[in-house]
C-alpha cells in the first residue's frame, strides 16, 4: 500500500460512540482546540491493538483521496491510530536509502535503542532504508532536515 496520500490528525478522544454497525465507532477527537469526527471500522490497523477509550493522545491516519462527508464536524475513515506518549511525535513516509524522508523533513539516526518492527510486532531483521516507515520519535534538531534518533520504527512491509 501507498502511503504518500495519508494525512495526519493528532488529538486527544473526548468520546466514542457506536458507528453505523457494530463493527464501525466514531471518535471525537480534540485536535489543535476543534472537534474532529473518525470513522474506526474492523478495516482500520490500530497499532498494538490499544484499547481506545477517552483522554488518550492519539495519531490517525486517513487517505486524502478518499471521499469525505461535508459535515461539521469534519469527519474521517481512520486507516491507521496508534496512541502516543507525552511529547512523542509520530511520522508516516518512505524513507530513502539514508533514512530521509521524501518530503525532506526528517532524517533518522538508528541507534542502538531504536525498536526496528513489523507491523504485527515481530522483530524486523533487515536495514529499514527504501521502505515505508512509521517513525516514533521525540527530540530532533532544528535543521532541514530535521534529525532524530527514533525510539521506535514499524516497517510497513509490502506483503
Known sequence: MAYETFEKIEGVIQGI?????CCSMVISLI???????VV????????DNVR?????????????????????PPQYRAEIITSLRRG????????????????NSLQLNIG???????????PYTCSPENSE???YYTNSTFSIP??????????MCQY
Not at 17 to 21: E, I, L, T
Not at 40 to 47: A, D, F, L, W
Not at 112 to 122: A, F, H, K, R
Open 17 to 21: 460512540n457506536r458507528g453505523d454497525s
Open 31 to 37: 485536535s489543535n482546540s476543534n472537534i474532529v469526527n
Open 40 to 47: 474506526v471500522s474492523g478495516e482500520t490497523v490500530i497499532i
Open 52 to 72: 481506545l477509550r477517552a483522554g488518550l493522545r492519539i495519531a490517525v491516519f486517513y487517505d486524502a483521496n478518499l471521499p469525505t462527508p461535508a459535515v461539521y
Open 88 to 103: 512523542q511525535q509520530v511520522a508516516l513516509g518512505y524513507f530513502d536509502e539514508n533514512l530521509t524522508s521524501d518530503d
Open 112 to 122: 542502538p535503542v531504536t525498536n526496528v518492527v513489523t507491523l504485527n510486532g515481530q
Open 133 to 135: 516507515l512509521l517513525v
Open 146 to 155: 530535521a534529525m532524530t534518533t527514533p525510539q521506535k520504527i514499524i516497517v
